[in-house]
């Protein structure tokens, strides 16, 4: 790919890979999380979409939206593969350091 337009598209998608990286994702404004998979967009570029494959009914992939959110979709969460894929993708929950009241003195 050296013709401008493809360099162009294949930045677009490259920068739609980095959003989602270890990430599930959400479509618009639905409280559905879906697990992420990559697709074929382009020739042999790859997009992130719904691992369920469910429709978008658009061809702007940029309304699906990572998240850190755990996968809600039950298609998603039937499919083995998929279903590992998404709890790779749960964020480490957060640490707190816990301090005694005699430590505050």
């Not at 677009?12 to 697990?35: E, I, M, W």
């Not at 083995?80 to 640490?95: I, K």
Request: with cysteine; net charge neutral.
């Amino acid at each position: 790919m050296t013709d401008p337009l493809s360099v162009l598209l294949e930045g677009t998608a490259a920068q739609a890979r980095r959003r989602f990286d270890r990430r599930n994702g959400r479509l618009g404004n639905s409280s559905t999380v879906h697990a992420v998979h990559l697709q074929r967009w382009l020739g042999e570029m790859l997009i992130p979409a719904p691992g369920c494959h469910v429709g978008t009914g658009t061809w702007d992939f940029t309304r699906f939206e990572p998240t850190n959110d755990p996968v809600t979709c039950g298609r998603c969460l039937r499919s083995p593969q998929v279903r590992q894929a998404a709890s790779d993708h749960v964020p480490p929950q957060l640490e707190l350091e816990l301090v005694s009241p005699e430590d505050s003195r």
